[in-house]
């Protein structure tokens, strides 16, 4: 697993900026529903989407949270005083005290079934009734295009993907929260090229190949042996779910 500390200061650089972040925004935005005027941003890294989120709507207010400082300090930059250390699975806020949660990128992250389904938990209780949780659903399958890198990768070590749709509508289920519509997006800049899909493995981005596993060395030779080393593949489109609170 990538080491967000140390990834803080060039994680916007290596995932596609402020385009990836317009896309991202644009879409959480969508499903925010008009009357929407406190939202939380749940694992709101750099920022960088949260602050779009900010300016996206005229009225809505909006504030960001993340576990790690280093990421944390970065979003603070872009949001001053709207900001707070916090881990997704036990927010600082009151039942209720919120119109709309994000949690973009997040439930990926969270290896346990019991953690992504504490995480949703957190965002249903901090959510008013009525409110709206939207979230990402199924990231690692959005990064598999049908590419050569991803025939070479095909058969790396797999694990159960924590954020599959299916099982994160059922820990919203358990918590009041109904399915109210989705949206993809694409992930602007992170088409990966060959040399970048080495880089990758290398810093921990997949994570069932660690760093320093010798098995990550036999797949970084194929991907170094692929045409086109510096030519970005296609992009990969996110899957957004919306889930709206019951009135109880």
Not at 38 to 61: E, N, P
Not at 73 to 87: E, I, T
Not at 166 to 194: H, I, K, M, N, W
């Amino acid at each position: 697993m990538l080491d967000y500390r140390r990834e803080a200061a060039r994680y916007d650089a290596l995932r596609g900026g402020e385009p990836r972040a317009a896309a991202a925004a644009q879409a959480v935005l969508s499903l925010v529903p008009p009357g929407a005027r406190d939202l939380l941003d749940v694992a709101c890294g750099t920022g960088i989407v949260t602050r779009r989120l900010a300016t996206g709507r005229q009225g809505l207010r909006v504030t960001g949270a993340d576990l790690t400082e280093e990421m944390a300090r970065h979003a603070v930059s872009r949001l001053p005083g709207a900001v707070v250390l916090a881990d997704g699975r036990r927010l600082p806020f009151r039942d209720g005290a919120f119109d709309a949660v994000a949690s973009v990128w997040l439930l990926h992250l969270l290896g346990r079934p019991e953690d992504v389904a504490a995480a949703v938990a957190e965002c249903a209780r901090v959510l008013r009734p009525g409110g709206t949780y939207i979230t990402t659903v199924d990231k690692a399958a959005a990064h598999n295009v049908g590419s050569d890198i991803d025939a070479v990768l095909a058969s790396r070590p797999r694990r159960a993907a924590p954020d599959a749709a299916a099982d994160v509508a059922a820990y919203a289920a358990a918590r009041g929260l109904l399915p109210a519509g989705g949206t993809r997006f694409p992930g602007r800049g992170q088409g990966r090229s060959p040399r970048r899909a080495v880089t990758d493995l290398r810093r921990g981005w997949f994570m069932t190949l660690p760093p320093g596993d010798p098995r990550a060395d036999a797949y970084a030779d194929r991907l170094a042996a692929l045409p086109d080393q510096d030519r970005p593949r296609p992009e990969p489109w996110f899957t957004l779910r919306a889930f709206r609170k019951t009135e109880r």
